[in-house]
């Protein structure tokens, strides 16, 4: 904006502008300098001449430390106490493992052994089974062996029995059968380690298995039934046994 002159002097002149009276214009100073600026780059730089490295030099490098992911802390060295920590942990695990594979081992040991207990015995006895044992044994005499009742247990009801078959000490057998009779009309239900044949008159035939009909002279072998009565009596039976002798 104009500003006009003191009112007492003519209006005819020209407007002040206030910045030419606050702050003169230095185009001329600027000016000057660009001129000098230009002259000096007209004259051109002094070339400098580098020095060239001796054939076969590389520059030397120096490799930087790897810089750890998501910067955490940097692993361990594995040093001296990490391999004997790891030797430690090797030979607890292996101790570990013999450990329970010896406990295996018995427990397995232990298993057979049961089941060796529970088969039926078959052993070499010369002499003949003693009588009058508990339970109302009887024994029985037949043609190469004989024979013999025990009671294994009782309820009423019932009973479980077992009869031992013995052969003769100076032959060996083939083959056997025991006749059992029991007492008080009792009537055999099962047997094991034999096979059962039942008579209408309650008397029970029971001819070797498979596995234990030979025998050498004076073995034995045992089998087990269980029989069904009315009579609260002691249990008793009567057996007799007849072989075949090995050809």
């Known amino acids: 904006m104009s500003t006009q002159p003191d009112p007492a002097e003519s209006g005819d002149g020209p407007a002040l502008e206030p910045i ?3 702050r003169p214009r230095r185009t001329d100073a600027l000016a000057e300098l660009f001129r000098e600026f230009e002259e000096d780059t007209g004259a051109g730089y002094e ?3 580098l020095p060239r490295p001796a054939p076969g030099a590389e520059d030397a ?3 930087l430390p790897a810089v750890p992911y998501g910067g955490g802390p940097s692993p361990a060295p594995h040093g001296v106490g990490f391999r004997r920590t790891a030797l430690a942990v090797t030979v607890t695990a292996a101790a570990v493992l013999g450990f329970g594979g010896a406990l295996l081992l018995v427990e397995r040991d232990d298993d057979g052994g ?4 529970r088969e039926p015995s078959v052993s070499a006895r010369p002499s003949a089974p003693a009588s009058g044992a508990p339970g109302g044994d009887a024994p029985g005499a037949g043609a190469g062996c004989t024979a013999s009742f025990r009671t294994v247990s009782s309820w009423q009801g019932g009973y479980q029995g077992e009869v031992t078959v013995t052969g003769a000490p100076a032959s060996a057998v083939e083959a056997w059968t025991a006749t059992v009779v029991p007492a008080d009309g009792a009537r055999l239900t099962q047997v094991w380690d034999g ?5 209408a008159d309650g008397s029970a035939t029971v001819a070797n ?3 234990n009909g030979s025998l050498a002279p004076g073995a034995s072998v045992t089998f087990g039934f269980l029989a069904a009565t009315a009579s609260d009596a002691s249990p008793s039976a009567e057996v007799t046994c007849a072989a075949r002798g090995a050809s």
Do not use: F, I, R
Not at 114 to 117: I, L, N, P, S, Y
Not at 195 to 199: D, F, G, Q, R, V
């Open 20 to 22: 030419h009276v606050l």
């Open 209 to 211: 298995a498979d596995w």
């Open 61 to 63: 490098t120096q490799e």
């Open 114 to 117: 049961t089941g060796a207990a």
């Open 195 to 199: 096979t059962l044949s039942t008579a």
């Open 47 to 49: 070339t400098v001449a």
